[in-house]
């Protein structure tokens, strides 16, 4: 759970070595079969604090660090409660599942800020989502609402409210849970 939630849970440097370094964690532990990943507050996540270290290629490491998401040895899933964006949003797309409900929005902010978004994040938008809205997304920098983004592929179910979502996501992991762990 990524608990900064006055910060949009904005993510720091150190937070995104402390991801990596959990997930190598979790995928030494054969017992563990399903990872959730989620935010606390009104916001999934804002992405990566660019004022942080100047000069740090941002870029570099959230795609490392989605990349090894995306690899993990666990099924993964995102319940994303609100607002998902930058980087954040690959990450979510990194994700085997992702859940949401109408507060859900996304945007990627690169391009208008003149920063290029890194390979790997473009190109698992054009393979999860396609070239016209990974288009719309990276290059027009659109803003996505929840029936969009579940239009576009980018979530897998839209459910009413809070309530629906975590149960819903419950149910989903129960029912991971419930399969063989080898064909997991």
Not at 123 to 129: A, K, P, Q, T, W
Request: charge should be negative; hydrophobic fraction near 50%.
């Amino acid at each position: 759970t990524l608990r900064r939630p006055r910060l949009a849970n904005r993510l720091e440097p150190s937070d995104l070595l402390d991801l990596q370094a959990q997930l190598q964690a979790v995928n030494a532990r054969e017992e563990l079969r399903v990872l959730l990943l989620r935010g606390e507050g009104r916001h999934f996540c804002s992405g990566f604090n660019i004022d942080a270290v100047p000069g740090l290629d941002a870029g570099a490491l959230f795609a490392e660090l989605s990349d090894a998401w995306e690899n993990a040895r666990p099924v993964t899933v995102a319940q994303i409660q609100g607002g998902v964006y930058g980087g954040a949003t690959d990450l979510a797309l990194a994700c085997d599942f992702r859940l949401g409900q109408p507060a859900c929005e996304m945007f990627v902010p690169a391009a208008k800020l003149g920063l290029h978004f890194y390979r790997g994040g473009m190109e698992r938008y054009v393979s999860r989502l396609g070239l016209p809205w990974a288009k719309k997304v990276l290059l027009a920098g659109a803003t996505l609402d929840a029936q969009e983004m579940l239009r576009s592929g980018f979530l897998d179910q839209l459910l009413p409210d809070a309530a629906a979502l975590e149960a819903a996501t419950q149910e989903l992991v129960a029912q991971l849970l419930a399969m063989a762990p080898l064909a997991l």
